[in-house]
T-cell receptor
Framework: GESVGLHLPTLSVQEGDNSIINCAYS??????FIWYKQESGKGPQFIID?????DKRQGQRVTVLLNKTVKHLSLQIAATQPGDSAVYFC?????????????FGSGTRLSIRP | NAGVTQTPKFQVLKTGQSMTLQCAQD?????MSWYRQDPGMGLRLIHY???????DQGEVPNGYNVSRSTTEDFPLRLLSAAPSQTSVYFC????????????FGQGTRLTVV
């Protein structure tokens, strides 16, 4: 939605730099951790996921890191572009569940400086 | 391929009115869900369905009903609208075999006055 995220933390990054978006989670029993991207006026879009038995997974220009010791998840975006401007949500899949029951965390707004 | 289609895009209701938010998907997905999105609170799961004829409650089900008579459609009914239900509503669908990738509609912005 267009007006959600009025109280979201914001990360401002220079175009071309790398972005790191952080997330703390609470449920140690989650089987998967996920990142979604939401552009203004659109629904969330899947970016990448990581299973709980992994600590790193790479995609195209994105890397997700999982630190289970401190319950921390991060999304790294390489060479940030204007099209990366969006709200980013971390999410988790509780236990052995399906994508019908994804639990979303609060988001971070990423803005790109030209 | 239309994906997930939600109607209407915008709606204003008076307190106490009822209405149905429509959601349809053409990807033959088994799983469908409804979320609401409020400022600063991310998305919260209202109801979900793992197949035709099967529905269950999510985190915030009170005040909402759902049904799943076909694979394609998953309508969300507001029985008696309240100002606290002012929000943006998203419908999502996913494959049975996909644990984490849900496909979302464009959302319905609902205002209850």
């Amino acid at each position: 939605g267009e007006s959600v995220g009025l109280h979201l933390p914001t990360l401002s990054v220079q175009e071309g730099d790398n972005s790191i978006i952080n997330c703390a989670y609470s449920n140690s029993a989650s089987d998967y951790f996920i990142w979604y991207k939401q552009e203004s006026g659109k629904g969330p879009q899947f970016i990448i996921d990581i299973r709980s038995n992994m600590d790193k997974r790479q995609g195209q220009r994105v890397t997700v890191l999982l630190n289970k010791t401190v319950k921390h998840l991060s999304l790294q975006i390489a060479a940030t572009q204007p099209g990366d401007s969006a709200v980013y949500f971390c999410a988790e899949l509780p236990g052995y569940s399906s994508a019908s029951k994804i639990i979303f965390g609060s988001g971070t707004r990423l803005s790109i400086r030209p | 391929n239309a994906g997930v289609t939600q109607t209407p895009k915008f709606q204003v209701l008076k307190t106490g009115q009822s209405m149905t938010l429509q959601c349809a998907q053409d990807m033959n997905h088994e799983y469908m869900s409804w979320y609401r999105q409020d400022p600063g609170m991310g998305l919260r799961l209202i109801h979900y369905s793992v197949g035709a004829g099967i529905t269950d409650q999510g985190e915030v089900p009170n005040g909402y009903n759902v049904s799943r008579s076909t694979t394609e459609d998953f309508p969300l009914r507001l029985l008696s609208a309240a100002p606290s239900q002012t929000s943006v509503y998203f419908c999502a669908s996913s494959y049975r075999r996909s644990n984490t990738e849900a496909f979302f509609g464009q959302g319905t912005r609902l205002t209850v006055v």
